[in-house]
């Protein structure tokens, strides 16, 4: 990151005698660079705005030269560097005001007239993605014990309630973060200005040069990529995982050359792509899909329609009108409408695809199909959207293609290993058999080709039609910073290697994400409740067949509906965070959630010292031949938490009235848990 990151910073002293037009003209000046038109309304808000802060600035510094011979320094004069609309690195937000001082940092959002929960959860999230982010944040918080306090400051109306002294500070790690965001009008905020002073810990300056060029990389989701993209916004919030963004660059481009050279060549291609469950192949598919290359004729297809379900709905969110007239990433009112047409069909359901594209989404995409989990194509006779499938899924689709578009048609197949939850799923052979039998060229990197179970892989690797790709395989995950351990914890568990389950638990717990296990509902939510801050999201997941926690109150099929789960804020009844409904590996695949309770039923228990699927048939449990599905489905929900998971293993019908809650299967899962390195949560906080 470098100064570049807000678009107007400078010194109190500077400030104080800058006129507020100036400064506006300074922000509209920097997003013209990068490309954004600002409407008259956002300068009437930014005038608002820095009129506001100026006010209160100037209002101490002419208190200055009144008391100069009284006071040795002026109270306010702590906060020293002024930065405005600093870029959050995420989905094109930029935070309004960070206020460097002594000692501390305040990140102050302005709103009009009122406040919501949102607004609240909003500029706490920023605080928190400081301090666990941004470099210097992190550095002057540990070694100088600076804090961070989270403002908000309305800029018309009035605060019905007093300005109340500062509260509490969250529990580690966020210790340097207040725990809830003061609040002010434009009367009151240097009451609350002073306030924050009032709790600081310690009192040394901030470099605002360190500060602005401190590296500052927050998590980011794959919905957080996605819109980012879209907007065509850096999406440098992986950029931690250096090795792993290289070779995603260069899988990316080299992607893009054979797609270049089958427009010129006319030669359809299926270029496929393999990776570690996270390692970024469907970010390598979005960055095609929304590439300026090739975004006229490219569409995102995948089979994992609730993920189309939240993008779609992100899509619609970040890039739709506001009061003032922008969107929230940038783009003009009047570019609003065609932004939000073209996001309902940049990203399309599999299924929905073959036959129904052009009719459904009113798009002319398809020569360039970004297929994401490809491997979950169906077999002739299965079916689909209520009709039978006349060919294989993956002929249909290369058929269609040549059909509608001719040659030179391109299919960038992104395949997973390990995932396969349904039952009639074709595997990635499906693909190479009809590319073979129509004459499409293949280009596959040799380690994506030596990972595949293919029959005639040896013969592949010399095949006429074979181009070979470079950089073809990630290995690398790109999820939050603990999950490869996660995947890895959950693997070990799920192939019965409990010892090895458990050393990858204890060095977890020696970085503070002990693997934690409970036997009650409640004190799992209580311990998600006392984690979660600020946008962060949490919720229930469960396996599909994990019928009897009914019990609980838990209904897996239910199945609400994916997108207000997961994007709506806390406070709304269909918000994840409310922890009243689950969602199941069918719903929660591709997606992620900030914490997690994974309620563990009996349809995958122990049976002597294996694992044994089960589904409920009629009044009770009937054994299930498809247990590497039941096995890969409880895989997906233990990955789905970025920052922490408690596991629920209900006690079961302790009256013994109940067969199919025996807690004899309870028990055993409990206890293999707990030899692969779970730890009960003695209570909400755990130990």
Same mark, same amino acid.
């Given at each position: 990151?470098?100064?570049?990151?807000?678009?107007?910073?400078?010194?109190?002293?500077?400030?104080?005698?800058?006129?507020?037009?100036?400064?506006?003209?300074?922000?509209?000046?920097?997003?013209?660079?990068?490309?954004?038109?600002?409407?008259?309304?956002?300068?009437?808000?930014?005038?608002?705005?820095?009129?506001?802060?100026?006010?209160?600035?100037?209002?101490?510094?002419?208190?200055?030269?009144?008391?100069?011979?009284?006071?040795?320094?002026?109270?306010?004069?702590?906060?020293?560097?002024?930065?405005?609309?600093?870029?959050?690195?995420?989905?094109?937000?930029?935070?309004?005001?960070?206020?460097?001082?002594?000692?501390?940092?305040?990140?102050?959002?302005?709103?009009?007239?009122?406040?919501?929960?949102?607004?609240?959860?909003?500029?706490?999230?920023?605080?928190?993605?400081?301090?666990?982010?941004?470099?210097?944040?992190?550095?002057?918080?540990?070694?100088?014990?600076?804090?961070?306090?989270?403002?908000?400051?309305?800029?018309?109306?009035?605060?019905?309630?007093?300005?109340?002294?500062?509260?509490?500070?969250?529990?580690?790690?966020?210790?340097?973060?207040?725990?809830?965001?003061?609040?002010?009008? /434009?009367? $009151?905020? =240097?009451?609350?200005?002073? %306030?924050?002073?009032?709790?600081?810990? +310690? !009192?040394?300056?901030?470099?605002?040069?360190?500060?602005?060029?401190?590296?500052?990389?927050?998590?980011?989701?794959?919905?957080?990529?996605?819109?980012?993209?879209?907007?065509?916004?850096?999406?440098?919030?992986?950029?931690?995982?250096?090795?792993?963004?290289?070779?995603?660059?260069?899988?990316?481009?080299?992607?893009?050359?054979?797609?270049?050279?089958?427009?010129?060549?006319?030669?359809?291609?299926?270029?496929?792509?393999?990776?570690?469950?996270?390692?970024?192949?469907?970010?390598?598919?979005?960055?095609?899909?929304?590439?300026?290359?090739?975004?006229?004729?490219?569409?995102?297809?995948?089979?994992?329609?609730?993920?189309?379900?939240?993008?779609?709905?992100?899509? /619609?969110? $970040?890039? =739709?009108?506001?009061?003032? %007239?922008?969107?929230?990433?940038?783009? +003009? !009112?009047?570019?609003?409408?065609?932004?939000?047409?073209?996001?309902?069909?940049?990203?399309?359901?599999?299924?929905?695809?073959?036959?129904?594209?052009?009719?459904?989404?009113?798009?002319?995409?398809?020569?360039?199909?970004?297929?994401?989990?490809?491997?979950?194509?169906?077999?002739?006779?299965?079916?689909?959207?209520?009709?039978?499938?006349?060919?294989?899924?993956?002929?249909?689709?290369?058929?269609?293609?040549?059909?509608?578009?001719?040659?030179?048609?391109?299919?960038?197949?992104?395949?997973?290993?390990?995932?396969?939850?349904?039952?009639?799923?074709?595997?990635?052979?499906?693909?190479?058999?009809?590319?073979?039998?129509?004459?499409?060229?293949?280009?596959?990197?040799?380690? $994506?080709?030596?990972?595949?179970?293919?029959?005639?892989?040896?013969?592949?690797?010399?095949?006429?039609?074979?181009?070979?790709?470079?950089?073809?395989?990630?290995?690398?995950?790109?999820?939050?910073?603990?999950?490869?351990?996660?995947?890895?914890?959950?693997?070990?568990?799920?192939?019965?290697?409990?010892?090895?389950?458990?050393?990858?638990?204890?060095?977890?717990?020696?970085?503070?994400?002990?693997?934690?296990?409970?036997?009650?509902?409640?004190?799992?939510?209580?311990?998600?409740?006392?984690?979660?801050?600020?946008?962060?999201?949490?919720?229930?997941?469960?396996?599909?067949?994990?019928?009897?926690?009914?019990?609980?109150?838990?209904?897996?099929?239910?199945?609400?509906?994916?997108?207000?789960?997961?994007?709506?804020?806390?406070?709304?009844?269909?918000?994840?965070?409310?922890?009243?409904?689950?969602?199941?590996?069918?719903?929660?695949?591709?997606?992620?959630?900030?914490?997690?309770?994974?309620?563990?039923?009996?349809?995958?228990?122990?049976?002597?010292?294996?694992?044994?699927?089960?589904?409920?048939?009629?009044?009770?449990?009937?054994?299930?031949?498809?247990?590497?599905?039941?096995?890969?489905?409880?895989?997906?929900?233990?990955?789905?938490?970025?920052?922490?998971?408690?596991?629920?293993?209900?006690?079961?019908?302790?009256?013994?009235?109940?067969?199919?809650?025996?807690?004899?299967?309870?028990?055993?899962?409990?206890?293999?848990?707990?030899?692969?390195?779970?730890?009960?949560?003695?209570?909400?906080?755990?130990?």
């Amino acid at each position: 990151m470098t100064a570049g990151s807000a678009w107007y910073e400078v010194e109190r002293t500077k400030f104080l005698i800058e006129e507020v037009d100036t400064v506006v003209n300074q922000l509209a000046s920097a997003a013209g660079k990068q490309g954004l038109h600002i409407e008259p309304e956002q300068h009437q808000e930014w005038s608002a705005s820095v009129g506001l802060l100026k006010e209160h600035l100037d209002e101490k510094a002419r208190m200055i030269a009144l008391l100069k011979d009284t006071l040795s320094c002026p109270e306010l004069s702590t906060y020293e560097h002024i930065i405005l609309e600093y870029d959050f690195r995420r989905r094109g937000l930029r935070v309004d005001c960070i206020l460097l001082g002594k000692g501390i940092i305040v990140v102050l959002e302005f709103k009009r007239s009122q406040f919501t929960a949102a607004d609240r959860s909003q500029v706490s999230d920023y605080c928190i993605n400081f301090v666990e982010f941004h470099a210097e944040t992190q550095r002057v918080c540990a070694s100088e014990e600076c804090i961070v306090v989270p403002l908000l400051a309305l800029t018309e109306g009035v605060l019905q309630k007093k300005v109340l002294p500062p509260g509490s500070f969250h529990s580690p790690p966020w210790a340097a973060v207040l725990r809830e965001p003061l609040l002010c009008d /434009r009367d $009151s905020l =240097r009451t609350a200005l002073l %306030g924050a002073l009032s709790i600081r810990r +310690a !009192q040394r300056s901030i470099s605002p040069d360190r500060w602005l060029e401190a590296r500052f990389s927050p998590s980011s989701t794959i919905i957080d990529a996605a819109i980012s993209l879209y907007g065509e916004h850096d999406v440098s919030s992986i950029n931690a995982h250096a090795a792993a963004v290289e070779l995603i660059s260069q899988c990316t481009e080299g992607i893009a050359q054979f797609i270049l050279k089958s427009q010129k060549d006319k030669n359809s291609r299926i270029i496929f792509v393999s990776g570690a469950p996270g390692a970024g192949k469907t970010l390598v598919g979005l960055k095609l899909a929304f590439d300026r290359r090739f975004r006229e004729d490219a569409v995102f297809v995948t089979g994992n329609a609730p993920l189309v379900e939240v993008l779609e709905e992100s899509l /619609r969110k $970040s890039y =739709r009108s506001t009061r003032s %007239g922008i969107v929230t990433s940038g783009y +003009a !009112q009047e570019h609003a409408i065609q932004v939000i047409r073209m996001s309902t069909f940049k990203i399309v359901k599999a299924h929905a695809f073959l036959g129904k594209r052009g009719n459904e989404t009113g798009s002319a995409d398809g020569r360039i199909v970004v297929f994401d989990e490809a491997q979950r194509t169906y077999k002739k006779g299965r079916f689909v959207a209520r009709e039978r499938l006349k060919d294989d899924e993956a002929a249909l689709i290369l058929d269609s293609l040549t059909d509608s578009y001719g040659p030179g048609s391109v299919v960038v197949a992104l395949i997973g290993h390990n995932q396969v939850i349904n039952d009639g799923e074709m595997g990635i052979g499906a693909w190479f058999k009809a590319a073979r039998t129509r004459g499409w060229r293949v280009a596959i990197s040799d380690h $994506s080709l030596s990972l595949l179970d293919l029959p005639d892989r040896t013969a592949w690797a010399q095949d006429r039609l074979r181009d070979v790709l470079p950089v073809g395989h990630l290995p690398h995950s790109m999820r939050f910073y603990r999950n490869r351990a996660i995947e890895q914890w959950a693997d070990k568990v799920l192939m019965e290697s409990p010892a090895e389950a458990k050393a990858i638990a204890e060095r977890l717990g020696q970085s503070d994400d002990t693997i934690w296990l409970t036997r009650d509902l409640s004190i799992a939510k209580a311990w998600v409740r006392a984690r979660r801050v600020g946008d962060e999201t949490a919720g229930l997941i469960a396996s599909a067949q994990a019928r009897r926690l009914a019990a609980e109150g838990l209904f897996v099929e239910l199945k609400p509906s994916i997108a207000p789960w997961i994007l709506a804020p806390s406070g709304d009844i269909r918000s994840s965070n409310m922890l009243e409904t689950v969602q199941n590996q069918y719903q929660i695949q591709g997606l992620e959630i900030d914490y997690s309770v994974v309620c563990w039923d009996a349809d995958l228990r122990r049976s002597g010292n294996k694992w044994s699927s089960f589904r409920i048939s009629g009044a009770d449990w009937q054994k299930d031949s498809a247990l590497e599905i039941a096995k890969n489905g409880y895989r997906v929900v233990l990955t789905r938490a970025r920052k922490g998971m408690v596991i629920f293993v209900p006690k079961g019908d302790l009256a013994e009235e109940d067969s199919t809650r025996d807690p004899g299967f309870y028990n055993s899962i409990a206890d293999y848990l707990v030899s692969c390195g779970a730890v009960y949560v003695i209570g909400p906080e755990g130990n």
